[in-house]
């Protein structure tokens, strides 16, 4: 999976320097701490970093306001852009459910005003595009090329391993 690095309001610049991501603020908010409450009238960067690939940071940007999202990625090393400003067909109630092998796995929102998450959405980080979609089942983890998820039942929950690059089962 993937692990949550640290939430921030911007305006900021990241200086991405030998696998640590240092933070510069700008705009006279060098004294905002990363661990105060988030100024709501900012777009909020959420940054998380492949695990198995250490050279890359995925960038998932929401305008508070408007609710859009958009998504990065970036090389650490060089600073080069794989995608940037990146937005799928769904342009709000969407998200980053994990970064695993080069590949992320996006969510959708069962309702716009509710935090339960429905759908895979598989998009290679090389050919930049969506390699396969599931909308029966919820993204639980990835491990081992494989991605576990599971269909909610009524008073139950189904689970499924799906191979990460088809969707197969």
């Given at each position: 999976?993937?692990?949550?690095?640290?939430?921030?309001?911007?305006?900021?610049?990241?200086?991405?320097?030998?696998?640590?991501?240092?933070?510069?603020?700008?705009?006279?908010?060098?004294?905002?701490?990363?661990?105060?409450?988030?100024?709501?009238?900012f777009i909020e960067f959420i940054v998380k970093q492949l695990v198995d690939s250490p050279d890359k940071v995925v960038i998932e940007e929401r305008d508070v306001k408007t609710k859009e999202v958009f998504f990065s990625c970036v090389?650490?090393?060089?600073?080069?852009?794989?995608?940037?400003?990146?937005?799928?067909?769904?342009?709000?109630?969407?998200?980053?459910e994990s970064v695993c092998n080069d590949m992320i796995f996006f969510h959708t929102y069962v309702k716009p005003d509710m935090p339960a998450h429905k759908s895979i959405i598989a998009f290679d980080i090389h050919s930049k595009s969506i390699i396969w979609q599931n909308d029966n089942c919820v993204f639980s983890f990835a491990y081992d090329d494989k991605v576990y998820c599971y269909q909610q039942k009524f008073e139950s929950r189904t689970f499924f391993a799906l191979d990460y690059l088809t969707g197969i089962v």
């Open positions: 999976g993937c692990k949550e690095i640290f939430r921030l309001p911007i305006p900021i610049h990241l200086l991405l320097i030998s696998n640590i991501i240092s933070i510069i603020m700008l705009n006279d908010y060098f004294s905002y701490l990363l661990m105060g409450e988030l100024m709501k009238e090389e650490i090393e060089s600073g080069k852009k794989i995608f940037n400003q990146l937005q799928l067909e769904e342009k709000n109630w969407i998200g980053i």
